[in-house]
């Protein structure tokens, strides 16, 4: 690894412009490539990340900066650059279809991409696939944490410190609250919770145009509550076997796509019994004043950095964001 | 490794008590070896953790275990049973004085004793001592997981996990509270204690009578409330780069000797500031009803598990328990 980790993210979404800042923060992270449906940006010396800041909802990375071309097949422009070039990958892709993420994995394995990765994954359907990779990802000799946002993430590897003073774990709560002044921001993280509401599934949210999202949310007075939402904070914490089965772990929450302020404050309740016969609850709670953005590509990044040291270290192959824990970055 | 895991615990006060109570709940952990100050007990098929849940605050193991012997150098005789027959070490043992854990530690090392250990250290000067010895650790292919406790422990590794989302982080503030119904059954613990008051050092407080510690308690009606302590989750956080400088850490608490109840919640707070400009806390919080000895000794046999793991993946040496997560023992 270079003396600064340099970077390449895949999608330019809320996720993605939010990673760009972020690393524009870090002086120990460059940013080496970045993609979107339309096209992608490649500088061996690192992005113009001011540049890069400016990027909108809508824009294109191939439209904003120097280094930008367009590409009618953007991660293949990316796997084409070669893992000499890349010490990490931050897959910030929407993931609609569900089987997107592991889909786009094989082309890197097929094409003996070896790297590190990370992702901000949240269906467990998705994950499930992803998971199957293992064991071809350890043949190109890269290393993949999976789950690394918030929920799973974050608050996921909380559970699992949480669990420890247990015996046996009745039951995970995850219940988060998000405040976004304009959906426009998150269009994808949106339709991806419309999914989860009574009625709808992932394909439809996806097929629905702004106007009909528009429609909806105004017919909530901006906010969608969503229970026992397919969230793979579930398959992780069975994996980590904090859970037996993973109908113990819940997750909900409210999102208000009208303020920034969050409409509850998200918090990871972990109850459990004790060895001396009590029952009991730990509970992880983030601040309100720190946005999705924050919670959610934060930890991929710590997670990007544990799962770099893990594959310098001959450990390869994907591991839950509940496995490991995710290294600060300077 | 065998089906299940072969412990020894050293040290049999109030934590190394619990610690038999728990590997009694747990069905992939044994206990092959416990000793105290004046003896020790061993069997290669385990040993009867019935009988030595029934022991006593100043019982020697030696005298309830019909696998016990007195020993003029207990530790000694754990070193002697060698380390095909024990494949993770709980050192639960009172630290005083200061140099104590690096000493017992480097007795393994030069007898060439392999294993996975972990410990539950406090004090930041210990701490350091023992971090000194990895290098020599790492040439006998053992792996070490400190501060693997409560405080430092699970607190300090949520304190990692809160910190993915803040660019730069403020200060970590943990602020324990510990009920004990009989001071006399954590008499280390509680002198440990006392030695952070102001007027008082841990050399002083280890000197202290029975007696005089009771006088101590019956002056501040049982309670002991403490701040600033030397406490090492500020040298892992630092090793961590959680925070830049290990002020930035403070601990302290309140400990009640004569209820069982908490006098407060056990709060970690990370207070940073995000990429987005904004200052605010994530807090983690331990259930009331979870004892001590649960968030101390769960986290321990946890990091434990992980610790045989990291050397049964080839990584050798002295960690923190701010570097890699527990796993659950089953």
Same mark, same amino acid.
């Given at each position: 690894?270079? %003396? ?8 330019? #979404?809320?996720? #993605? ?6 690393? &524009?923060?870090? !002086? ?16 061996? /010396?690192? =992005?113009? =990340? ?5 990027? %909108?909802? #809508? %824009? ?5 900066? !120097?280094?930008?071309? $367009? ?28 089987? +997107?993420? /592991?889909?786009?994995?094989?082309? +890197?394995? @097929?094409? #003996? +991409? ?11 359907? /998705?994950?499930?696939? $992803?998971?199957? =990779?293992?064991?071809? $990802? ?11 946002? /918030? ?13 420890? &003073?247990?015996? &046996? ?28 509401? @009574? ?12 106007? %009909? ?31 037996? &089965?993973?109908? !113990? ?12 302020? !969050? ?11 004790? +060895? ?12 309100? @004043? ?20 893990l594959k310098d270290n001959g450990l390869y192959g994907i591991y839950g ?10």
């Open positions: 690894m270079q %003396q600064s980790m340099r970077l390449a993210v895949l999608g330019a #979404g809320g996720l #993605g412009r939010a990673a760009v800042k972020i690393i &524009s923060q870090k !002086k120990s992270l460059s940013l080496a490539a970045i993609c979107d449906s339309k096209g992608y940006a490649y500088n061996p /010396a690192g =992005l113009d =990340l001011e540049e890069l800041s400016e990027l %909108q909802a #809508g %824009q294109s990375v191939a439209d904003v900066s !120097k280094d930008g071309k $367009l590409s009618s097949d953007p991660i293949n422009e990316i796997i084409q650059i070669g893992s000499s070039h890349i010490d990490g990958i931050f897959i910030a892709l929407p993931n609609l279809p569900n089987a +997107f993420m /592991a889909d786009t994995l094989k082309r +890197f394995i @097929d094409a #003996g +991409f070896e790297c590190a990765f990370t992702d901000a994954l949240k269906r467990t359907s /998705a994950m499930e696939m $992803l998971l199957k =990779l293992s064991q071809e $990802l350890k043949q190109v000799k890269s290393t993949y944490i999976t789950g690394a946002g /918030a929920s799973p993430g974050l608050l996921t590897a909380a559970a699992v410190i949480a669990a420890q &003073s247990y015996i &046996s774990i009745d039951k995970v709560d995850i219940w988060w609250g998000v405040g976004i002044s304009n959906w426009q921001e998150y269009k994808a993280t949106v339709r991806e919770d419309i999914g989860h509401l @009574d009625g709808y599934d992932i394909n439809c949210a996806n097929a629905m145009s702004d106007a %009909q999202v528009e429609e909806l949310l105004e017919r909530r007075d901006g906010k969608l509550e969503l229970r026992n939402m397919e969230h793979a904070d579930d398959v992780l914490l069975e994996l980590a076997q904090v859970v037996d &089965s993973r109908d !113990k772990v819940s997750v909900g929450g409210i999102i208000d796509t009208r303020n920034a302020k !969050k409409p509850v404050s998200t918090t990871m309740t972990l109850t459990g019994k004790t +060895f001396d016969g009590k029952t009991s609850s730990h509970r992880f709670i983030l601040g309100d @004043d720190t946005s999705m953005a924050a919670n959610v590509v934060g930890p991929a990044l710590g997670y990007l950095k544990r799962a770099r040291w964001s509940t496995e490991f824990m995710p290294m600060m970055v300077a």
